[in-house]
């Protein structure tokens, strides 16, 4: 069964740093998004891509964010400068339409 | 205001003790409303799409219900292996495929 699959799986950094969230989403999907968890709390949604450009972002998304897909099967998150409130769960899902599959998540940990 | 609230925060049954858990939203036009099973330091995984009030859909001993306030999930006796934090989300019509999520109910089933 096809899977989203996610690199790192641990990601420990300093505070300023940058870093980039690498993401493999389901071959046949459309729809591409971030979401973060911070721990404790719920899923929050950060951007949704589509046809090379971004569809919609939320707040937490500022210019510190970027989405990029690179190539034909990568969705990446870059994080210019990381801060310590970055600290976080990060999903990568896929879809082809309304249904989101989930990868195993990033764990982010800004020191 | 949130968009999802789910109760109880935590359940704990003894194994074979069927329960319910519920997910009450508040979105102008609903797309469709989402269940997954999160487990600890894992990504969300798809479980059930609910389109419109009255549909039912069911997967082994869980089976998720839907009216136009809310939608349950009920677990019919249930063994260690449900046990896991179980998320509601929803998709407004209008708003992208972006989720929106509740906080979770994480359910404990005890030998």
């Known amino acids: 069964e096809p899977e989203v699959t996610q690199t790192p799986s641990h990601q420990v950094t300093q505070m300023g740093q940058e870093v980039i969230l690498r993401c493999v989403p389901i071959?046949?999907?459309?729809?591409f998004y971030w979401y973060r968890q911070i721990l404790g709390q719920k899923v929050e949604f950060l951007v949704s891509?589509?046809?090379?450009?971004?569809?919609?972002k939320s707040e937490i998304f500022d210019d510190q964010f970027s989405v990029e897909r690179p190539d034909g099967s990568n969705f990446t998150l870059k994080i210019r400068s990381t801060k310590l409130e970055d600290s976080a769960m990060y999903f990568c899902?896929?879809?082809?339409?309304?249904?989101?599959?989930f990868g195993p998540g990033t764990r982010l940990l800004v020191l | 205001e949130d968009q999802v609230t789910q109760s109880p925060e935590a359940l704990r049954l003894q194994e074979g003790e069927s329960s319910s858990l519920n997910c009450s939203y508040t979105?102008?036009?609903?797309?469709?409303l989402f269940w997954y099973r999160q487990d600890p330091g894992k990504g969300p995984e798809f479980l059930f799409t609910?389109?419109?009030a009255g549909e039912e859909k069911e997967k082994e001993r869980l089976k998720a219900t839907l009216t136009k306030k809310e939608s349950f999930l009920h677990i019919t006796a249930p063994k260690p292996e449900d046990s896991a934090t179980y998320l509601c989300?929803?998709?407004?019509?209008?708003?992208?495929?972006?989720?929106?999520f509740g906080a979770g109910t994480t359910v404990t089933v005890r030998a």
């Open positions: 071959s046949n999907h459309l729809y």
């Open positions: 989300a929803v998709q407004e019509i209008g708003n992208d495929y972006k989720l929106s």
């Open positions: 899902a896929s879809s082809k339409v309304e249904t989101q599959y």
């Open positions: 979105v102008s036009g609903l797309r469709g």
């Open positions: 609910l389109y419109s």
């Open positions: 891509f589509y046809n090379n450009e971004i569809s919609e």
